[in-house]
T-cell receptor, first 106, second 116 residues
Framework: QKEVEQNSGPLSVPEGAIASLNCTYS??????FFWYRQYSGKSPELIMF????GDKEDGRFTAQLNKASQYVSLLIRDSQPSDSATYLC??????FGAGTRLTVKP | EAGVAQSPRYKIIEKRQSVAFWCNPI?????LYWYQQILGQGPKLLIQ????????DSQLPKDRFSAERLKGVDSTLKIQPAKLEDSAVYLC??????????????FGPGTRLLVL
């Protein structure tokens, strides 16, 4: 079992829709969870992190954490074509999933 | 504030040759990370330094990879000898000291390695 698992996609949503990205992890003792965005040919950049169960909102982004289910998700509201990228989930900041490729179609 | 610097940006070598990458973290950042990102995969942590001490090198293939961070600032990552499967982007990242914005790491532009 991989330490961090993500659906590789690609996930395609129309402009203005909500994109939902999911991630599961195997280490029940993990305490910190991160979402990064990576444009093609570029380095990852941090979108947000979450430590506590529940939701955390930052602009159009909402991270959701459920430690009992070992599940973390990222919602992107009002998706824009500029959101098209690969989204990486990371546990304890340094253990990354393979990423989900998101395409937002105009 | 200057970001994480890496060089070279691109490198092409033949298998069995050696190669070295250099990283200069953001000034004042105590923690430095080296990642390997193979196409289509997420970054894989190779080694994490806290100042000039190693925190985690559990995924570093020590038979061919080595890394050092002398004086707790710059770092070099070396591969000797290289294999075809080492073709990847090597990312360096750094994060601030504990007690500050510690849960954020800043990535450099990466070094793209192609092994022929």
């Amino acid at each position: 079992q991989k330490e961090v698992e993500q659906n590789s996609g690609p996930l395609s949503v129309p402009e203005g829709a909500i994109a939902s990205l999911n991630c599961t992890y195997s280490d029940r003792g993990s305490q910190s969870f991160f979402w990064y965005r990576q444009y093609s040919g570029k380095s990852p950049e941090l979108i947000m992190f979450i430590y506590s169960n529940g939701d955390k909102e930052d602009g159009r982004f909402t991270a959701q954490l459920n430690k009992a289910s070992q599940y973390v998700s990222l919602l992107i509201r009002d998706s824009q074509p500029s959101d098209s990228a690969t989204y990486l989930c990371a546990v304890r900041m340094v253990r990354f999933g393979a990423g989900t490729r998101l395409t937002v179609k105009p | 504030e200057a970001g994480v610097a890496q060089s070279p940006r691109y490198k092409i070598i033949e298998k069995r040759q050696s190669v070295a990458f250099w990283c200069n973290p953001i000034s004042g950042h105590a923690t430095l990370y080296w990642y390997q990102q193979i196409l289509g995969q997420g970054p894989k942590l190779l080694i994490q330094f806290q100042n000039n001490g190693v925190v985690d090198d559990s995924q570093l293939p020590k038979d061919r990879f080595s890394a050092e961070r002398l004086k707790g600032v710059d770092s070099t990552l070396k591969i000797q000898p290289a294999k075809l499967e080492d073709s990847a982007v090597y990312l360096c990242a750094s994060s601030p000291p504990t007690g500050t914005d510690q849960e954020t790491q800043y990535f450099g532009p990466g070094t793209r390695l192609l092994v022929l």
